[in-house]
Structures are given as C-alpha cells and as structure tokens.
C-alpha cells in the first residue's frame, strides 16, 4: 500500500509539472501564431487546426512537458496495479494541486484564498481515501471485456475527437471530459492487462487491452492539448477530473473488486466525493490570465492598449491544470 502512494504521488507530481510546461508550451506557439496573424492556425470552426497543434508539441516546454507525462504514465500504470482505483487515480488527479502551486512561478498566476482552501480539501480528503482504503481487485476479467474496452476507447477519442474539431473555440469543456476519460479508460486497461505478472510478450501482444491503452493515451493526450490551445474555460478541467477519476473509481468497484477496509465504505466514499470535489474547486476558482493575443504585439506600449470590451480586447483565460 505504502509503495503505491508514493509511486501514485510521483506520477502526480510528473503530471503536474508536466502540465504548467505543456501549457507554457501552448502558449508561445499561441502567441506566435496571433502575432503572424495566421489564418492556418484554426479550423472553419474556430478550434485548433493539426499543424497549430503540431507547433504547439514542438516547442522545448511542451516538449519536456510530454517527457515528465510519459515517466507519470508509467508510474502511474504501477500504481494502478498496486491500489484500488478509486484511490489511484484520485491521487493521481491531485496534480492540479502541483500544478496550480506552479502556476505561480511559471505561469506569474496568483492563488486566492478559495483555491487555498480547495487544495487543503483535496489533500484532507487524499487522507481519508488512503485511509480507507482496502485490497484491491484481482484485475482478472473475461478477453471480451478487453476487447469492449477497446471498442469504448476507439468510439471515444476517434468520435469525440471529430466532434471536438466541429464544435472548434467551444469545445474546451468536452474535450476536457473526453480527455480525461481517456485517460480513465487506460487506467483501466493498465489493471486488467494480461501478460505482465508473469511477463509474457505474446500474451500481452494479444491482449486488446493493450491497443486500447494505447488509443486511449494518445487519443487523451491530444484532447488534452487541444483543450490548452483552445484557452479553455472554468470547467474544462473539472470535467477532466471527473472523466479520469469517477468513471474508473466505479469500474473498479462493480467490475474489478476494488474494496475499502471493513467498516470504513463510508470513509471511502465521503473521501472519494470530496477529493474530486475539491479537483474541481480548484480548476473552478483558477484565476483569469491574459490569453495568447495579450503577447502577440510585444513591441506595442501598454497605453496603446485597446479598452475592455473593444472588438480586440484580451482574452481571459482561466488557469490550465490537470494531464
């Protein structure tokens, strides 16, 4: 138990860290493109085009970003077989805590007292889950499932995916929420993956799971980056919280056997609500922050600004947090 904490709050902290770059990342290619008035850098629908996305994955932050993304990945594949998933996947969306807490250095983002609090409610409640939570599940389930699993994650990034792109500036909040159920999906299938203890490569090489954990992480990671492009709004990240931490936490329960200790279901469950609660007043009470176009006339002195509420006025955008 001890041994998948800390290796869940090591992934957190690689997602966490992870993120504030990724979003600086984002950003600058942002801001880049405002400054060159680009036309190519958003689709007929106002969203993110592929190339804008590709730029944004090449800057050095986005890409040290991704690194720390893919050491969080694995360290939290391992927690994941280690722990319940209600408890693991919580502690892995405490990232918004470190992300938030470095927001102040790298994104100059100032924290108020609400978001103080929420994070104190988060971390009260990651004690209560650790707490109360028992055993976890064999993670042994029939191939059909894996291969329903995979179904699942192909109709979600590929479906939502398209979808996103249609809805362009407005999708921020599902591909949040698709995002992070991308994410969720793999959590799942990281469980219930055949051929790892005992290793086997052709057992695992067969097993679907594994092509839907890969569906599931690439498709997760660029919702993810398509929803800092986008600059997205307060709830964006509340429903990434919400995709990689409820529907898991609940599969895990009626599917793989996840259980807490005798006696301590309610702490477990008032620990669950809280932490993602919690999650979500922190991505809630994000302060604003100007937005690419704020940049993108470096050379043009603040007085020149234009007024609040001009056709150019800046943009506010919440803080980023999350995968």
Request: net charge neutral; with cysteine; hydrophobic share 50%.
């Amino acid at each position: 138990m001890i041994i998948g904490l800390l290796t869940a709050v090591a992934a957190s902290a690689c997602y966490g860290t992870g993120s504030v770059l990724q979003a600086v990342g984002s950003r600058k290619s942002a801001r880049r493109e405002a400054a060159k008035a680009s036309t190519t850098g958003v689709t007929q629908h106002g969203g993110p085009s592929l190339s804008s996305t590709a730029k944004a994955a090449v800057t050095w932050e986005f890409m040290v970003g991704t690194v720390l993304d893919f050491i969080g990945f694995g360290l939290g594949a391992w927690a994941a077989r280690l722990l319940p998933l209600f408890l693991s996947q919580t502690v892995i969306s405490a990232n918004l805590v470190i992300t938030a807490v470095l927001s102040i250095k790298l994104l100059g983002i100032r924290l108020s007292r609400a978001e103080w609090g929420s994070i104190a409610v988060v971390c009260s409640a990651l004690v209560l889950l650790a707490t109360a939570a028992g055993p976890e599940g064999s993670g042994h389930t029939p191939i059909e499932t894996h291969w329903w699993l995979l179904v699942a994650a192909v109709v979600l990034m590929g479906g939502g995916t398209l979808i996103v792109r249609l809805m362009g500036a407005r999708a921020a909040i599902l591909a949040g929420l698709l995002s992070g159920l991308g994410f969720g999906a793999l959590g799942v299938g990281v469980r219930v993956l055949n051929g790892i203890s005992p290793f086997d490569l052709g057992t695992l090489l067969r097993d679907p799971a594994l092509y839907a954990i890969l569906v599931a992480g690439i498709g997760g990671m660029y919702l993810h980056t398509v929803a800092l492009q986008i600059g997205s709004v307060n709830g964006a990240t509340a429903a990434l919280v919400v995709g990689e931490t409820v529907v898991p936490g609940m599969l895990g329960v009626l599917w793989l056997g996840d259980a807490s200790r005798p006696g301590f279901a309610w702490v477990a469950v008032l620990g669950f609500v809280v932490a993602v609660a919690g999650a979500v007043a922190v991505a809630w009470f994000g302060e604003p922050e100007p937005g690419p176009e704020a940049d993108a006339s470096p050379e043009a002195p603040e007085s020149e600004a234009p007024e609040s509420g001009g056709a150019q006025a800046t943009a506010a955008q919440p803080l980023h947090t999350g995968r």
